[in-house]
Structures are given as C-alpha cells and as structure tokens.
C-alpha cells in the first residue's frame, strides 16, 4: 500500500500525510521543554500539538503596581527550552513577560535557552538616520542576549541587516513559501505581482518569480512633516490584470490604501493582499474592509482578535514550520534543509 505525503506547510520537505514527528531523542541539552507565552498561547498550543509535547507549566502575576513576576510550576533543570512568545500588543508588557521568564529560566539552570519569537518589534528602528535618535533593534537584540537567551528564531524581520545584532545563533525564517504555496494553488490568471513600495521590492521579485508573473512596484515617498505615506506612481503594467500586491506587515493600512487607489487607477481588475505580520492597529481592518480587496492573505504571527478578522481574510498558520524548526534545532539537524537550502 502505497504512503500518502503531504508537504509541511511553508517549507519544501514532505512526511507521511497526518503523521507528527515522534521526538525521542535527548540531545546534548537534555530533553525538549515548550513554555508559551501570554501572546502566543494559540500559536504555542498549535506547535506543541506539531511537537507533540505538553506546554511547560509557569505562573503568572501581575502586582498592584504593575510587576510582573513568574514562576515556574516545573523544573527545567539541564532540559532544551523553547519560549515561544511572539511581541503583539501590549508590546511592552509582553516583552518584560519574555524577559523575565527567560531570566526565570536561566536562574533555574535549563541547559539551553531559545526564544521564538515569530513576530519582532522594533525592528523598523535599524539605522541612525537622524541626528540624536536611537537603533532600537540592536537594543532589543542586546536585552534579549543579556537576560541569558543561547538561540532566538523570528519570522520575517523588516531588515536582514538586524540579524548583525545578535551574537548568538538564530533562524530567521519566513513565511514567503507557505503564503506563495497558497496563492499558487489559487492559480489566478493574468497576473502581476506588486510590491507595495521600493524597499519590498526585491523580495517581490522572488514572489514573481516563484509565480511565473510580471513585477510592478510602487514608487512611494513618505511625507516627514506627517510621517503619512503618498504612493506616487507605479512601475510596471496592471491595466486589465490581476494584482497581488505584497509586503512584509500592515500597520494601520494607509500605504495599501494608496497602493490599491493607485491600482485601480491604472485600470487593476481584482486585487489580493499578502503579507506576513497582520499587526492591524488603530482603524485598519476598517481601512482594509472599504478597499473591496478580493482576498486578504495573511498569517498568525501575530494573534488577530476576531474583531479584526475580515470575512475575506485568510489567515495561515506558521505552526507547523515554526515547529518543524523547533524540531531540527533541538536535534542539531540542518534548518535550511527545510527549503532546499
């Protein structure tokens, strides 16, 4: 009898359809532990049944004055630990939660650190490129490492340059094979791929690529005085063609909202949205839902409440990826093997 396979969503090697991998081995760092975070207690729930592993046990408290205090309910005493925290709102109580219960776990003797962190903040914040203003990122970096992390993973960081930061090994993953996998499946005719601005465009290129589509990119400038974005123009045919218009994140929607007005000028038929991190803040699922899009392709990276997921958004799950990676690291296997790297 022949063995079905399946492709593990966002990466490129394939298992036995509705298997899970068994994790037996106790690596150099003892046996694996997965705690999840405030933030990401969906997503972590989902990985741990990709890993098969029971979530570890902590509490938390949250005093008067407005401390946080953790302590863990189980000892993680020379064992493989995995926190998987992502930075959604409220960003800074969720990133004192992931500092502390690291330093928790550090002070409890674990044998190895790793923090997953499928969304990171602050990474806009990269390069000095104003007088008297800080690199936010490399000092998120440099909290992390200090308060006793040996490996991170993140998804999909603003920048590649912020990996530099870090002194420690990391995977920085991304979610550009499971959200093209699907749009592939979709098979959309007469199709062009569009970056939503410059800075995107060269991961575009891949998506066109991988699509077999031409490439569009809008030409934006960024008014200072506001901190508002203008798209301006667009370089690349769309009239009579279906749009894929990408990105890495949508904050409050108003560079897409400009980009899709600017599309359906030049004569854009039906036009998809994706993009990895859905952080969706102030009015944008508002914004969103009145740009008549034909699909929003997103993920989980983030949690999205229900309150702001649109009847024609689609939301794809990095758990089994995430998971996948978990997996490979704890055994001390090749990540990159995961895309044919």
């Known amino acids: ?7 593990v969503p966002g990466t490129k090697i394939m298992r036995e359809t509705g298997s899970f991998p068994a994790i037996t081995s106790v690596g150099q760092y003892g046996h694996i532990m997965v705690f999840f975070g405030s933030a990401s207690q969906d997503l972590g729930s989902e990985i741990g049944l990709h890993l098969g592993v029971e979530p570890g046990n902590y509490k938390r408290t949250t005093f008067d004055n407005e401390n946080i205090f953790i302590r863990l309910e189980e000892s993680v005493r020379g064992q493989d630990v995995y926190l998987i925290q992502t930075m959604a709102s409220p ?63 993140t998804i999909d960081l603003h920048a590649g340059q912020i990996q530099g930061f870090f002194n420690i090994p990391g995977d920085v993953l991304t979610a550009f094979h499971l959200l093209c996998d699907y749009v592939q499946e979709k098979a959309i005719e007469n199709l062009v791929v569009v970056s ?8 575009a290129r891949n998506w066109a690529e991988q699509l077999g589509a031409p490439l569009g990119v809008i030409e934006k400038r960024r008014l200072f005085n506001t901190g508002n974005a203008e798209a301006l123009t ?24 400009k980009a899709v007005e600017l599309l359906r000028t ?13 952080i969706l803040a102030k009015d944008a699922p508002e914004r969103l839902g009145n740009l008549n899009l034909k699909e929003i392709i997103t993920t989980n990276t983030l949690p999205i409440p229900e309150s702001k ?30 895309f044919n790297e």
């Open 196 to 203: 939503a601005d410059l800075g995107f465009a060269k991961k």
């Open 234 to 257: 667009i370089i690349g045919d769309v009239k009579d063609k279906n749009v894929l218009l990408v990105d890495d994140e949508v904050l409050t929607g108003g560079t897409i909202a």
């Open 91 to 153: 960003i800074h109580d969720n990133i004192m939660e992931m500092l502390i219960m690291i330093d928790a776990l550090k002070r409890d003797s674990a044998g190895r650190i790793n923090v997953v962190i499928p969304y990171m903040t602050y990474t806009r914040s990269d390069k000095k490129d104003q007088p008297r203003v800080p690199i936010t990122a490399r000092l998120m970096a440099n909290m992390i490492e200090i308060a006793g992390v040996d490996r991170y993973m």
């Open 266 to 278: 030049e004569g854009a038929q039906d036009i998809y949205l994706a993009f990895t991190h859905a």
């Open 1 to 7: 009898m022949d063995t079905e396979m399946e492709r």
């Open 309 to 338: 997921h649109l009847p024609n958004m689609t939301v794809l799950s990095v758990a089994p990826l995430l998971g996948e990676v978990i997996l490979r690291a704890h055994e001390g296997r090749s990540v990159g093997e995961l």
